[in-house]
């Protein structure tokens, strides 16, 4: 259980499943209130004819166009390109485990914060075709009468390509169309000549006042038009903040049952090892001279490293924070021995890559009163660039040295760095 819990104002209507959830959250039992999610999913959709799928890894194995799983489509291509709905059933049904990784572009950057989680957990069904209207309303029943959210808290954004919804389809909630760019209401899968023309979810969070984009219904075609199926789905943790009126939905983690959550950098440090964190469970490692998930994963833990030194940790207590939410998950199996020695090197590179800024930064110094430098490095800007390339340290970690070089015309580009 998380060491203090943050109560809100907003109450659920009693009696309904999300009021549930909201005692589970005001308690603290965060695993117990995500489980409960993917129950009530599953429960409902196995009761009105679809068959449950199993999830896909989350390193990614049959789908190669993904390192990892990051939605629930690698779990159902497979039915959706063959069309091998099961006989006698309305589709599929999924509880997948994702982790986001395309942002590791901001892991450096420190004005960025995350708002959603870089690991989260999705329900999606596939129905198959010619039921789009069908699985509107199964969406808005799940979401209105079974979960218990009020309709007026419910929105559909859609666009009027696939024709406008009769109202007796939708229980009460509220639609608009083509109140946004096309683009917004078309989806691309990663499978060639297949796209899907639907619509975003919406539920209004009464804590801050926003609607929340929680999830999808699309129908999805191929490149001739014949409809393939219509999708639906959601991530946990969005439609969890928007129901309950928790203002950020990154406090549904499994990391806040370990740490209290605090705005800013502590918040980016704590999701981003969580990432990692399962990336490791899911088979990440630290092999040598390897590409794909482990060049990932190696960023990662740079990127945690960077994090930590900016909330005064030190690289045991990643490791700490590591090893006990692999306890906390169930894999205390798993040693960081190798991570240890991994981010304590990295500290080593930072520590030298200073101690050759202030030989450079005397060098230039004697030059410019006329002295001569007991050493003398050629063209300083090209060494200390290589330096950062082949051991894999973003511009960013080492600023205050590079700020530094600045009043003596050396300034580094801030390219990306390539894994070490």
């Known amino acids: 259980m998380r060491y203090s819990v943050e109560r809100n104002g907003y109450e659920c209507p009693k009696g309904t499943k999300v009021a549930f959830l909201q005692e589970l959250f005001n308690v603290g039992m965060v695993s117990e209130l995500r489980g409960a999610v993917g129950d009530s999913f599953s429960d409902y959709f196995r009761a009105i004819a679809y068959h449950e799928r199993p999830a896909a890894p989350l390193v990614s194995e049959q789908d190669k166009s993904v390192l990892f799983t990051g939605a629930t489509i690698s779990a159902i291509k497979d039915v959706l390109i063959g069309q091998t709905y099961p006989e006698g059933s309305n589709g599929v049904f999924v509880v997948q485990e994702c982790l986001r990784t395309n942002s590791d572009k901001y892991l450096f950057r420190d004005d960025w914060i995350p708002y959603g989680q870089m690991y989260f957990n999705m329900v999606s069904i596939l129905s198959r075709p010619g039921r789009r209207i069908e699985v509107i309303a199964e969406a808005v029943d799940h979401i209105c009468r079974d979960l218990g959210i009020e309709p007026g808290r419910v929105k559909l954004r859609s666009t009027t390509e696939l024709g406008e919804i009769p109202n007796e389809d939708i229980g009460g909630v509220q639609i608009e169309y083509d109140t946004r760019a096309l683009d917004y209401y078309h989806w691309k899968y990663g499978i060639r000549d297949v796209i899907g023309t639907g619509m ?29 199926g219509t999708e ?22 499994r990391i806040y049952e370990l740490h209290d959550f605090k705005v800013g950098m502590d918040q980016k440090y704590l999701t981003t090892l969580e990432a990692t964190v399962m990336m490791r469970s899911a088979g990440a490692r630290l092999l040598p001279r390897s590409g794909g998930v482990h060049t990932v994963y190696r960023k990662h833990l740079r990127g945690i490293s960077h994090m930590a030194k900016l909330t005064s940790r030190d690289t045991d207590a990643v490791i700490e924070d590591m090893e006990e939410l692999l306890i906390h998950i169930g894999r205390g199996d798993i040693r960081l021995n190798d991570e240890n020695d991994y981010l304590k090197k990295h500290e080593g590179y930072r520590a030298g890559f200073a101690c050759i800024v202030k030989g450079v930064r005397r060098q230039l110094i004697a030059e410019r009163v006329g002295k001569k430098p007991k050493e003398t490095i050629k063209n300083p800007a090209q060494m200390l660039a290589r330096y950062l390339v082949s051991r894999g340290i973003d511009p960013v970690e080492v600023s205050a040295e590079l700020e530094s070089l600045v009043p003596f015309g050396i300034v580094l580009p801030h390219e990306e760095r390539k894994d070490a």
């Open 232 to 253: 639906f789905g959601y991530g946990y943790e969005f439609l969890l903040a928007a129901a309950l009126g928790v203002d950020q939905p990154q406090k549904f983690s």
């Open 200 to 228: 975003t979810v919406c539920i209004f969070n009464p804590t801050i006042e926003k609607w929340f984009e929680v999830g999808n219904i699309v129908t999805i075609f191929d490149q001739d038009g014949n409809e393939l």
